[in-house]
């Protein structure tokens, strides 16, 4: 079997027809044609994780900056996963994990990650990902925004995390989408 051979490369590095490789891996995964709109959010100094059998994309992520706080602790440099995705032909064979697993050991100098996930939860479990249980809100110029009925925001403790209340209140700021 060709291993996976996992890199990463900015946002702004990323040749055209790599992105639509992306768009292509993410549409064909979540199903979910808006992905094609998925480089017009995403900052120059995004971090992709590109998983590659030979030369065929099969899985990505891509990490950028946001700020998590815990009640009103330090802010945390926060490592925001986005477009989680194998290709359909290729689920199931430890592709997402191993992509999941570089870009977690190659992010050193975030403080913490963070997800949101509406079914995938037990697949990041499985990483060592952890669900927050505790209250959500968005941080805005006004306040908090409570996210009461948000699901599925997941941690991951970096080297550099903080002593974590699960339990306990926790804030992002507020961009065009809070969670
Ligand atoms: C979730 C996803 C990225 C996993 O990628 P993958 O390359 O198939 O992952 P791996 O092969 O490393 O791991 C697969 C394992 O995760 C499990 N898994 C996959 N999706 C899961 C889910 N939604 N919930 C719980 N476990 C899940 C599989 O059952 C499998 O377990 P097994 O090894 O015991 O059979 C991929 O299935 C995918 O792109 N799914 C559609 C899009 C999606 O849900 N993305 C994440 C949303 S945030």
Redesign the pocket.
Known sequence: MTPLTVRSTRTADLPEEVRAEVIR??ID???VEDFKNLFSFLPPDGLHFL?YLDDEL??H?VVTTRWLQQENLPLMKTGY??A?????A???????????RSLASNIPDYDIAC????????????LGWELWRGALAGRSEDGLIPTPDQQ?IMILRLPRTPELNLDSLLTVEVQGRIW
């Open positions: 891996v993410c995964a979540h199903q998983g099969v899985s992520a996963i986005d989680v995705a194998t290709a359909r290729h689920q199931g064979k430890g592709y997402g994990s191993a992509v999941m997800l949101e996930t509406s079914d995938a939860s037990g697949f990041y479990a499985r599925g």
